[in-house]
């Protein structure tokens, strides 16, 4: 089980997302994470290429039969998964303890 803590407030820049996805996608493929807890506590900001990588992380732990879960997502970007239909993809917890509880 892995827990990331997300540090930028505003994940929009090309190159902040491409190390994030690389960061992340590493977890699955390198180090062999199957259950992995994203928490958003600091981010205000994803962009849709943001939420690309996100979306690209859920296939690649879904293929190992893994376990992606999100927690502290402000209302704001809530309500963009939610627009989006994301909220039905990812399990999203209101905060870490509750997250790590359901695993």
């Known amino acids: 089980m892995c827990v990331v803590h997300l540090l930028d407030n505003r994940i929009v ?16 493929e390198q180090n062999g994470y199957e259950k ?3 928490n958003f506590s600091n981010v205000g900001f994803l962009s849709s290429a943001a939420l690309g990588k996100l979306i690209m992380l ?15 997502i402000t209302p704001d970007i809530r309500e ?11 399990t999203i917890c ?9 695993f």
Do not use: H, P, Q, W
């Not at 090309?14 to 960061?23: A, K, P, S, V």
């Not at 963009?80 to 990812?90: A, V």
């Open 13 to 28: 820049d090309d190159m902040n997302i491409y190390e994030l996805g690389t960061e992340l996608f590493a977890l699955v």
């Open 36 to 38: 992995i807890l994203l």
């Open 58 to 72: 859920y296939k690649k732990v879904a293929v190992r039969s893994g376990v992606l879960k999100l927690c502290n």
């Open 80 to 90: 963009l998964f939610t627009m989006m239909n994301l909220d039905r993809i990812f």
């Open 94 to 102: 209101s905060n870490e303890a509750d997250a790590l509880a359901t």
